[in-house]
């Protein structure tokens, strides 16, 4: 039987385990405003999320991760970067800020994280399907826009924070935001509680349960 080479062996871990372009400009952005240690750790992120989807067994509960996600714990994101926990929390808190990730809630204290518009981070759409899908992103903002104000009432004001609310969803919550409009407005009795668009998405008020 032959023996295969190490650089046989390293081509079938790649087409194993997938791979990540990031496009140079932001590579050197995110270089420029990181402080030491943060880029390795932006790009440790990268490369140990899912690029396809699957499901794990968690306490016993099926939990999907899909492409661009990851369920791994923060030990041991910590003994990836080689950092503390506190710096690694900080860190991850630091990146959602900014609107790079979204912590993803759970109930049992698993920590779900979702790379924000990852295939833009990793490059893998051409530069006219991103500018096509950026175009679309935007045109399906200005639907929620316009309707949630149209149905609430309230001003226009905070868009940018409201952009960045929006762009941390996944696609079926921003249908989903958009769709439940009217049903929060209805079960909203004092409409002075009314939140403004950017509250209504940071919070996900659109998976509020109410009963009859």
């Not at 991850?92 to 698993?110: L, S, T």
């Not at 509680?193 to 349960?209: H, M, R, W």
């Amino acid at each position: 039987m032959k023996k295969q080479t190490s650089t046989e062996q390293f081509s079938k871990t790649l087409l194993n385990e997938g791979y990540i372009l990031i496009p140079k400009t932001l590579l050197k952005n995110q270089a420029h405003n990181r402080t030491p240690g943060e880029l390795e750790a932006l790009l440790q992120i990268l490369t140990h999320v899912n690029y396809s989807p699957t499901t794990y067994e968690i306490l016993h509960t099926d939990i999907s991760c899909q492409r661009g996600e990851s369920i791994i714990s923060q030990q041991h994101w910590s003994k990836l970067f080689k950092w503390s926990r506190s710096k690694t929390l900080r860190f991850f808190q630091k990146i959602q800020k900014e609107g790079i990730i979204e912590i993803i809630p759970h109930p049992k204290g698993i920590f779900h994280i979702r790379i924000i518009n990852y295939d833009f981070w990793t490059g893998s759409i051409s530069p006219e399907a991103r500018e096509e899908k950026k175009k679309e992103q935007s045109e399906f903002f200005d639907i929620f826009w316009n309707k949630y104000h149209e149905t609430m009432q309230k001003p226009k004001v905070n868009v940018a924070r409201a952009r960045r609310e929006w762009d941390k969803l996944a696609k079926e919550e921003q249908q989903t935001a958009i769709d439940r409009i009217e049903e929060v407005y209805y079960h909203t009795n004092d409409t002075r509680f009314i939140p403004l668009a950017s509250t209504y998405l940071k919070d996900k008020a659109f998976l509020n349960e109410y009963t009859n």
